[in-house]
Every structure is written in C-alpha cells, then in structure tokens.
C-alpha cells in the first residue's frame, strides 16, 4: 500500500474511531440516565411502603382516618371536639357555602324535611306563584338573598325554612377570623398542613380567654399514625413493572456498548498496523535519498 494510500486509510479509521469513542460515551451517559430513573423508582417505592396515615379515636366512633369533619364534630362522643387553626390563628374552614332546610307537613299532618343547594329547585317547589320571567331571573340568586325574599313575602304558607352554612360558627369568637381552604376536606391535604406545622389543633379549654388552647397532636390520645398499607399492592406492582423495563433498556445499552467497544478495539488494532506501514514507508523513502 503506497504512502498517500496509507495516510487516507488512516485518517478514515481516525474519524471512525472518534465516531465511537463519542457513541461510547452518549451510550454510558444513557446508562447513568437509567440509574438515576431507577433510584427515583426505588425511592418513590419506598415512601409509598413507608407512608402513615393519621387516624382519629372517638369514644363511639372508633378508630378512623382523620378528617376535617371527624376533627370539627362537636360530639363528644363522635367527633374529637377541636377546631383547626392557622400560624396567624385564623380558624381553618371550607369554602363557606349555604343551603335551605325546609321543614313541611305531609297529607297526614307529619314533619317532612328537604334540603336545597340550588335557588333555582326550591322555587320550583315553594315558589310557584312567580312569573316565569321573575323565577328565571331569581333562579340565579344566593340562598341568603331567597331565604330572605321568602321569609318577606311567604311567612303564611304553613312552611319552615332555615338558612344554614356549612361553617360551624361555634368554632370562631367574635374577633377572630377563618380561614377558607376548601381542600381542607382532603385528608391527604389536611394531614400535609398538620404534620408540616403549618396548622394546629385547638381543643376547647376553660382556662383561655378565647376558650381554645393548642394542642400537640403527636402526644394526643385521640389522635395516631399508622402505615397506610392500602397502596402497597399497587406500589409493588407499579416498581416491578418500572424497574423491569429500566433493566431491559439498560441491557441493550450494554450490549450495544460492548459491540462499539469490539469495534474500538477492532479499528485501533488496524490504525496501528497501518501506523507501522506508514512508518516503514517513511522510513524506506529517506533511506533512498541519504
């Protein structure tokens, strides 16, 4: 092979070993990819194996997951008679929302009772004198405005209604304010605010002036935390399934990576031979012109 010949079969086993060199290193970083995707798999595995609960103990109500209503019910025997606050003391509360609970009597004189959340429905039912004009346009009303409306112009229809909120006001004095959450009902939600001290429970007390004082919740009686091990089926099934794929993908970037590797090897065994030619070439030729 002549010396020009060598030099450009040189240069092309060069540029095909840089090739692989670079593809040897996309490959290991796409492995270091992979080992991070499964630490994140094993540590989200973990934490779903590992996770608690908080759970409530009423005198009737028995043990059970821990909940805005479960905390707020002011029956000593059902509920934990406690009030939810914030770090600057505003009571924790849903989103405030009314309904009207009428109470009538049926054709044999008893009691019946009916709850109504939409304007629209109770004047449907109790409201039937209106135009259809006028019960159109009060249907989109608030429920305070139409109680008010109906207690003005309907006090005579033998009927009883009641305006009433979802916010209990006996967990807030006059001077204090709330505080509207309306993910408070989550459990998972609420129990993040608690453990994270960003909420605090109150218990009534004779001894405060505002007739609440803190309680700490991990020493409460009333209150635990267990594993929740109502996901752990899923989350096993879920890891398996994840850290089964990594792997795969991974023995391909191995396997792909060996054979670059071979090739490596392949083309600088050949790069030196022909690196010996050259040489033996040079060399040859200034042993013609000495």
């Given amino acids: 092979m002549g010396l020009a010949a060598s030099q450009g079969r040189y240069l092309c086993l060069t540029a095909r070993n840089s090739d692989l060199i670079y593809e040897a290193q996309q490959i290991s970083q796409q492995r270091l990819a992979l080992a991070s995707e499964s630490q994140a798999v094993s540590e989200k595995y973990n934490e779903a194996m590992s996770n608690t609960i908080m759970q409530a103990t009423t005198p009737e109500g028995g043990t059970q997951r821990l909940t805005y209503e479960v905390i707020t019910n002011q029956d000593p025997f059902t509920g934990l008679c ?3 606050v914030d770090l600057n003391g505003n009571v924790v509360v849903p989103k405030q929302s009314y309904s009207l609970s009428v109470t009538s009597k049926n054709e044999n004189g008893d009691d019946i009772t009916a709850s109504f959340s939409s304007a629209s429905d109770f004047i449907k039912k109790y409201m039937t004198d209106l135009d259809g004009d006028k019960a159109n346009e009060m249907g989109s009303w608030n429920l305070s405005d139409i109680y008010k409306y109906y207690t003005d112009n309907y006090s005579n229809s033998g009927v009883s209604v009641e305006l009433k ?3 209990n006001s006996s967990l807030k004095n006059d ?14 939600y609420l129990q993040q605010m608690l453990t994270s001290g960003e909420w605090i429970l109150q218990q009534v007390s004779t001894e405060e002036e ?4 803190n309680i700490v919740w991990q020493g409460s009686s009333a209150i635990s935390e267990t594993y929740d091990t109502t ?5 096993q099934a879920e890891y398996e399934s994840e850290i089964t794929e990594i792997q795969k993908r991974d023995k391909l970037l191995e396997l792909r990576l060996e054979q670059v590797q071979t090739q490596q090897e392949a083309v600088q065994t050949e790069m030196e031979s022909i690196k010996q ?4 070439n040079i060399e040859d030729s200034f042993t013609t012109f000495a």
């Fill in 175 to 188: 001077d204090e304010r709330y505080l509207y959450d309306e993910n408070c009902t989550d459990p998972d």
């Fill in 210 to 213: 505002s007739g609440w004082e």
């Fill in 82 to 84: 406690m009030r939810i």
């Fill in 277 to 280: 030619v050259i040489d033996k």
């Fill in 165 to 167: 909120s979802n916010i």
């Fill in 231 to 235: 996901d752990d089926a899923a989350a």
